[in-house]
């Protein structure tokens, strides 16, 4: 199958494609094009360079505009996603472990990021620490006001998994064993337990849901 309208760019060379995509990057004053931007600009199509060059993707990479690719992630989403990725495998990922269906990003964004996989790690670490001492919002003289917010912010989540390892606390199951892990209030939310660090724990899904059973 082919597109009339194409062909005639099959004898365009690879580099004039490329100089165009460059073009069109200095045009916008940025060091990455989206498809879109450069469909509004540029003299070919953006399915031209997917035939030529596989992806678009990879059409950035010959124009040298790839590291950008993941510029707008921030560490957050990246900690974040390690965070998953810990709480899915039960242990400290590894570079390999970082496969597509496990994980948004690839071990090559942590290590363009930070510099190595190691680094990465060390880099959440040192993020998970910052948080350590979780500060509790000033006392409201009302009880019935909420000191904290009921969702565990993914720092938070991060320090209880570190504490308690990704093993359910009741039970001890961990995601080896296809338990899947929570971060619970030990004290429900419900009840007053607030959202801070001491008060929250790993546990699988099916102590989570027997513990809410025994509230209730
Ligand atoms: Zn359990």
């Not at 099959?10 to 469909?39: F, H, S």
């Not at 790839?66 to 495998?89: A, D, G």
């Not at 496990?102 to 948080?131: H, I, M, P, Q």
């Not at 007053?192 to 989570?208: D, M, R, S």
Request: glycine residues 6%; proline residues 4%.
């Amino acid at each position: 199958m082919k597109f009339e309208l194409e062909t005639h760019h099959r004898n365009i060379p690879d580099e004039e494609l490329i100089e165009d995509l460059i073009r069109v990057a200095k045009e916008i004053d940025q060091d990455k094009v989206t498809i879109d931007q450069y469909n509004e600009r540029g003299k070919f199509h953006n399915t031209t360079f997917n035939r030529r060059f596989g992806s678009w993707f990879k059409s950035l990479e010959k124009a040298g505009l790839s590291k950008t690719r993941n510029l707008n992630i921030s560490n957050e989403e990246l900690f974040e996603n390690l965070i998953e990725v810990w709480m899915s495998l039960g242990r400290q990922p590894k570079y390999n472990d970082l496969t597509k269906d496990k994980s948004k990003f690839s071990s090559g964004t942590y290590e363009k990021r930070f510099g190595g996989w190691r680094k990465s790690l060390e880099a959440f670490v040192a993020w998970v620490n910052d948080g350590a001492v979780p500060e509790l919002p000033v006392t409201s003289p009302s009880m019935s006001t909420r000191r904290t917010p009921r969702n565990i912010n993914w720092r938070l989540r991060a320090m209880v998994l570190m504490k308690d390892g990704a093993t359910c606390k009741l039970c001890g199951a961990t995601p080896r064993d296809g338990a899947k892990l929570h971060v619970d209030h030990i004290t429900p939310w419900a009840e007053g337990g607030e959202t801070v660090f001491e008060n929250l724990q790993i546990l699988c899904e099916k102590c989570n849901i027997g513990k809410s059973n025994v509230q209730v």
